[in-house]
């Protein structure tokens, strides 16, 4: 069965949620059917309900922006779009007011510190409290449904890039979160998913046949995006992740870095799925824009998907860290790195020289714990077919 977003089954279901509302759709460039109508112009051509205002998340409406993206309009339906990120994150109770039910339609990466997700919790929240129902079009997770990896987020460092206390990659689409977030946080949201239709959790997204959509500047091809678990944590302390050049999250690098150096401790490592090359390369964006950066290129050698127990979407990036921290100690500022890490025994841990095994058995039990937590929220389960 070829899958399907939330937005085509709510159109086959000729929209009935929407009928007689006035709609505040959050969405971006991602927000698009099957065939590349955007929800937009769906919801604009609605005849017994009214699409009133847009907002959209980080990076804009269009996907492009790299900094705070203004109010503005959109052309193509000439509906006022609200941003969400800068001095707004959420929806003011003004523009609730106007409104009659908040949707929901824009493409994660199933990643915690990747902001649409703390877009989606924040809107649900503002719903809750306007007492107006959230409805949300779900996509499927990229990285699968299955794969849980990584720390969860203390409750004390919960911020825009960690806004529940979930592992960095949590195998949960954006409808599975927004339950989860409902029930957790006790928001009291009137809340409503439209699923998917053909997917199963242990697809990624090439698995789907369906055209993979940069979400945001820096993530434009899907081998970026299997990347960025690992890759991301690093772009806090003091080198660059290839923002700003052809390759973002392909590569790590920095004006005081020995690639060849770092190459060789890597490639000692045998990661599964990985290699390593030096690489030189100059960032068009901070950290170090204009300044010849040396470092390392990742080189997936197998389609990510054709081992989905096995491949190291965060380990890569742990590895490169722990790299920076025994080769490079007095140049490395790893005191940023728990700002994405966002757990205070894994980055004590780390410190302290701990391998990723040693890491990775550190947060097993939470993981297992997670996994029982999630299962409730949960709406595709995986049976032995999928």
Known sequence: MPVQYG?????????????????????????????????????HQGTDFRLSLLFSPEHGLLGTAEDRVADGLDPQTNVPVVSLYGGRLQPDPKHLQE???LVFDIQDVGVRFYTYISTLGLCLQAAAEA???FVVLDRPNPLGGCIIEGPLADAHHFSFTAWHNIPIRHGMTVG???RMYNAERQLGAQLTIVPCRGWKRAQWFPQTGLTWIGPSPNL???????????????ETTNVSVGRGTHAPFEQVGAPWLDGVR?????????????????????????????????????????IPYDARRQYPCLRIGMEIAAALRDLFPNQWDSRQFLHLLANDAAYDAFLAG?????????????????????????????????
């Open 354 to 386: 701990a391998s990723y095994e040693e890491l990775a058995a550190m947060w097993q039990s939470d993981g297992e714990a997670f996994r029982v937590r999630r299962e409730p929220y949960l709406l595709y389960p995986r049976r032995r077919n999928n």
């Open 176 to 178: 599975e979160l927004a």
């Open 7 to 43: 937005i085509d089954v709510l159109a086959l279901r000729r929209y009935a949620l929407l009928r007689g509302k006035r709609v505040g759709l959050i969405t971006n460039h991602t927000g698009v059917d099957t065939q590349g109508k955007r929800t937009a112009e769906h919801l």
């Open 131 to 133: 007492r107006i129902p």
């Open 220 to 234: 434009a091809t899907f081998l970026q995006t299997v990347l960025y678990p690992g890759i991301a944590l690093l």
């Open 262 to 302: 770092l190459v060789r401790y890597l490639e000692r490592k045998r990661i599964p799925g990985a290699r390593f090359l030096p690489v030189r390369f100059v960032p068009k964006s901070p950290p170090f824009s204009g300044e010849v950066c040396s470092g390392v290129q990742v080189v997936l050698t197998r």
């Open 99 to 101: 409104l009659d039910v």
